[in-house]
Structure formats: C-alpha cells, structure tokens
C-alpha cells in the first residue's frame, strides 16, 4: 500500500475510533404510557449528553421484562408497577440500590366522547350497556393487574372479565375507546389526557397501591453507564416539568 493511502486509512481508522469513544446509543426500554414524555425529554438529554443517542422501545412493563431477560440489549427499564421491577431484580437484571420511583399515575376509566352513557361508579360497569370493555391483559400489563385488583376488591371481576377485551398495553386499550370499538376502558389518566378530543373520563378509580413508576439501568447493558446518566436525568427540574406537563405526578 502507498505511503499516501496508508497516513488516510489511518486518519480515517482513528477518526472512527474516536467517534465511537464519545458517541453512544442508549436503549430504553419503558412502559407505553411513557411514550410521549420519554420522547420530549430525549432532545434535552441528547444536548446535555454530546454524542449520545436514546433508542426508546416501548411496550407493556411485562413484555419488556421478558425480553430484557431473553438477552435483548437495554441499557434502562421503566416500568409502570413495582411488581414487574420486583421481577426484574429478583432475576438479577437490575439492583436494588439503583431502582428509584420517578413518578404516579392514576387509574381511570373512559368512554368515547361520543357516547351517551357514562358509569357513575365501577358497578355500573356490569350492567348489559357495558357489553365490552377494553382491559389490559393481567399477565403482561400493569394498567391490567391495577384494574383486575380493583375489580376483584369490589366482586365485579367475575362478571366484568367475560366482557373484557384484552389490550397488549395501556395504549392498545386507548385505542380502542378511541375508535369506539367498546363501551368503555381502563387506562391511566395520562394516557386519557393525550386524547381529550376521542375519550373522556368517567370515573378516577382509587387502588390499593398508589401507581408508582420505577426505574433503573440494567448492569448488563451495552452502555450502563450512560443508561444510568439517563436515570439520573428523569430527576432534573427540565425532566421532570416534561413528565408533569403529560399528568404524571410526583412519586
């Protein structure tokens, strides 16, 4: 090779190499109800953060944690329950000196603002009007666990599960309301807020548990370090203003 050639494949070899140093692409891998807040808050932490990167993937808390633990590359998990991060550090996935709670939520039932039926209370939901019911499936998604607890503490699941039209995740239940595919459907009051011009709210359900969001980086993460510079970053006053804008309250 030529003397010429070999100084530039060098330059070039050492410029990628120093790009590679500084820059980092940091996943995140977090409940849906979180997507439009995580996606504001990226710009702010790229530009506090040269050269860094977020990839968000979004989904229900459950999904994300059986695919964090099948091997898929995260750097931090959000999730929308503590049950689901109990699981995750249970299984070694994250530790228990790095999970925080970022922020609540509540638990909300809505209807199609078209419609001309509103339940009053959780009972009115077993009534013939309310013949389907956008639920998020308890196994997976947390909106589905809260909802199932609430229903069986009043003795409605019973009659309310053979209703239930079963939602991958808190936004799969939106969208069904949204598009008047049921009668009614439970989702977090951010979600609800995001669409004040196809739902509306009937009821504020309480639960047992208030809905804490927590959040860690994952050790064994490609970029930990960095994915814990985000972590850290929810808790910023510009972060946190983002977070409060969509409905999100204080943990």
Known sequence: MKPFLKRTLALWLASGMALSAHAADITVSAAASLTNA????????????SGTKLQFNFA????????????????????????TMDQAQAQGLVQAAQRRDFVSNALVVIVPTASTQQPKSVNDLAQPAYGRIAIGLPASVPVGRYTKGVLEAANLWGAIEPKMIGATNVRQALDYVARAEVNAGFVYATDAAIMPDKVK????????????????PLPAGPNAAQGAQFVDFLFTPPAQAILSKYGFGKP
Do not use: N
Request: aromatic share 8%.
């Open 60 to 83: 229900a808390s459950g999904a994300l944690l059986a695919q964090i633990a099948k091997g898929a590359p995260a750097d931090v998990f959000a999730s929308a329950d503590q049950d």
């Open 38 to 49: 995580f996606r504001d808050i990226a710009p702010l932490f790229e530009a506090a953060h």
């Open 201 to 216: 709210v009937a009821l504020t359900v309480p639960t047992a548990k208030p809905i804490l969001y927590p959040v860690a």
